[in-house]
């Protein structure tokens, strides 16, 4: 009985150590970005690579990714401003603002140019950063994103949700997901900025995503909330565009469906873009 104990006790305790991810052990890094604290952290060595976070969501979403890619790169991930552990201002929030808030991170780290990741609003601010920064993104992955919002690009569920969001349902959820949340003082502004932004932005065009030279490769769940005539707009639009339905997912493929999209992922950053003829 007693081997049998530590057996099991041995068995549950190198489990554990496996469940552990090397992210979750890295030291947590402040950056004076404008006029806000941007939470980062930093792991693996090679060539950088940034992943950015949805909407209410912070660098923890991308468990599933980071200790994958830091064997191959130095992997930057960040809260975005409000989510997570950085901190937020009663200010007017757009996509703008938060890819300057990632270039200002890139040029505290020193880095030139980066392979951007990103979900979501990550995704949307790497289409902006492609648009206004271009020579910062060697190359983008654009995961469930938009270039603009209205019921012709997301369901109009989701909108809906959206515009029922108050202060007890954002609190709850911050609650919940973020660890050490920083902003409890500045929940109702943090609250109505976010809510106006997902209900009105981004609004780019599709000349603006012809003006894009980044090689982009955009990724969609074939059950997501942006529609896939959207996705494939996208990527028909910008001018090197690979395009990759995830199939048996929704709106997060980075979790349900994550070897799966770490592999397309790896694929497309470490090989040369190659612009395909359909004739």
């Known amino acids: 009985m007693r081997t049998l104990f530590l057996f099991l006790l041995l068995l549950s305790t190198t489990f554990g150590l496996q469940a552990q991810s090397p992210f979750d052990t890295l030291t947590s890094q402040y950056a004076a970005i404008g006029d806000v604290k941007i939470h980062y952290k930093v792991s693996g060595k090679g060539d950088p690579l940034i992943f950015l976070h949805g909407s209410m969501e912070c660098m923890e979403d991308w468990s599933k990714q980071i200790p994958d890619f830091a064997r191959r790169y130095k992997v930057i991930a960040m809260d975005n401003r409000g989510h997570g552990r950085s901190t937020f201002t009663d200010r007017k929030i757009d996509y703008k603002l938060l890819s300057e808030d990632v270039v200002g991170l890139m040029d505290e780290l020193k880095i030139d140019s980066a392979y951007i990741v990103g979900f979501g609003d990550g995704g949307i601010i790497g289409l902006y950063l492609s648009i206004n920064h271009p020579v910062r993104v060697r190359k983008m992955v654009a995961i469930g994103a938009n270039y603009k919002v209205d019921t012709n690009v997301v369901y109009r569920e989701v ?64 059950h997501d909330i942006i529609k896939l005539s959207h996705t494939s707009e996208m990527f028909e639009s910008v001018q090197q565009g690979y395009l990759a339905i995830i199939p048996g997912a929704k709106h997060y493929p980075h979790k349900e469906k994550s070897m799966l999209l770490n592999n397309i992922i790896s694929d497309f950053l470490s090989k040369r873009f190659v612009k395909l003829s359909r004739f």
């Open 159 to 222: 909108l809906d949700k959206v515009k029922a969001w108050d202060e007890d349902k954002v609190y709850a959820f911050v609650r919940n997901n973020f660890k050490g949340w920083p902003n409890e003082k500045l929940l109702k502004p943090f609250t109505e900025r976010m809510k106006t932004m997902l209900l009105t932005e981004p609004n780019l065009t599709v000349e603006n995503l012809k003006t894009i030279k980044t090689p982009t490769l955009f990724v969609a769940g074939d």
